[in-house]
C-alpha cells in the first residue's frame, strides 16, 4: 500500500469554483509538500509545510497541514483553465529517511471554460 | 536558463537495446535524483545521489546504472532495455539530503520501449 493516499483521483469543475483535494499519510510527516505537473513537463514546487497546523497561501492556492501531521489539503480558490493538470503531494521523512522524498500517486484537476 | 535539464525529451527504440539519460542542474545543488513516473503517474524513486556519491537505491534493476561525474551532472544508463521499462523518468535536484528542501524536476524523458 502507498504511504500517501491523494483524493480524489481526478476531479472536474467549472471555471470559477472552489476545490478541494486532500493527501493522508499512514505515517506521521516530517513535512510535506504540493507540486504541480502539467502534461509533457516536470513538476513544479508549490508549498512546502513543516509545522502542525501550518497553513500557507499562494495567489488562490492555500495548502493545511493538520496538527497531527498526517494530513494536508490544498484549496483553490475560484478556479482558472491554468489551475488544470496533476497535483501531487510529496513526504518529507526526516533525516533518517533522507532523499526518499515519497510521493501520492496525483489528482488530475481539469477546469472547463 | 532551465535549472534541471534532462536529454533526451523523447526515446523510443527495441527490446534488447541499450539506451543513456543526461541530467544537469546549475543551481549549486548537492543531491540529485530519478525518479521513474510509470502509466498511473505514480512517481518512484530510483536513485538519490549526494555528491556524486550514491546514497539511494531503490531496489532497481542492474541493468539500470547511475553515473555522476560531478554534483551537477546525473546520467542514467539502461541496458537490456525491457517493455517494463517504458515510462517517464525525472531527474530532480535538492539543496542537500535533509529532505527539507524542495526537489526541482526536470521536464522528464518519455522512454519507450517496442
Known amino acids: 500500500s502507498q504511504e500517501l493516499e491523494q483524493s480524489p483521483q481526478s476531479l472536474i469543475v467549472q471555471e470559477g469554483k472552489n476545490l478541494t483535494i486532500n493527501c493522508t499519510s499512514s505515517?506521521?510527516?516530517?513535512?510535506l509538500y504540493w507540486y504541480k505537473q502539467k502534461y509533457g513537463e516536470g513538476l513544479i514546487f508549490l508549498m512546502m509545510?513543516?509545522?502542525?497546523?501550518e497553513e500557507k497561501s499562494h495567489e488562490k492556492i492555500t495548502a493545511k497541514l493538520d496538527e497531527k501531521k498526517q494530513q494536508s489539503s490544498l484549496h483553490i480558490t475560484a478556479s482558472q483553465p491554468s489551475h488544470a493538470g496533476i497535483y501531487l503531494c510529496g513526504a518529507d521523512r526526516g533525516v533518517t529517511n533522507a532523499g526518499k522524498s515519497t510521493f501520492g500517486d496525483g489528482t488530475t484537476l481539469t477546469v472547463k471554460p | 536558463d532551465t535549472a534541471v535539464s534532462q536529454t533526451p525529451k523523447y526515446l523510443v527504440t527495441q527490446m534488447g537495446n541499450d539506451k543513456s539519460i543526461k541530467c544537469e542542474q546549475n543551481l549549486g545543488h548537492d543531491t540529485m535524483y530519478w525518479y521513474k513516473q510509470d502509466s498511473k503517474k505514480f512517481l518512484k524513486i530510483m536513485f538519490s545521489?549526494?555528491?556524486?556519491?550514491?546514497?539511494i537505491n531503490e531496489t532497481v534493476p542492474n541493468r539500470f546504472s547511475p553515473k555522476s561525474p560531478d554534483k551537477a551532472h546525473l546520467n542514467l544508463h539502461i541496458n537490456s532495455l525491457e517493455l517494463g521499462d517504458s515510462a517517464v523518468y525525472f531527474c530532480a535536484s535538492s539543496q542537500d539530503l535533509g529532505g527539507r528542501s524542495p526537489l526541482h524536476f526536470g521536464n522528464g524523458t518519455r522512454l519507450t520501449v517496442t
Open positions: 509545510l513543516q509545522k502542525g497546523g
Open positions: 545521489y549526494n555528491n556524486k556519491e550514491l546514497i
Open positions: 505515517k506521521t510527516l516530517y513535512g
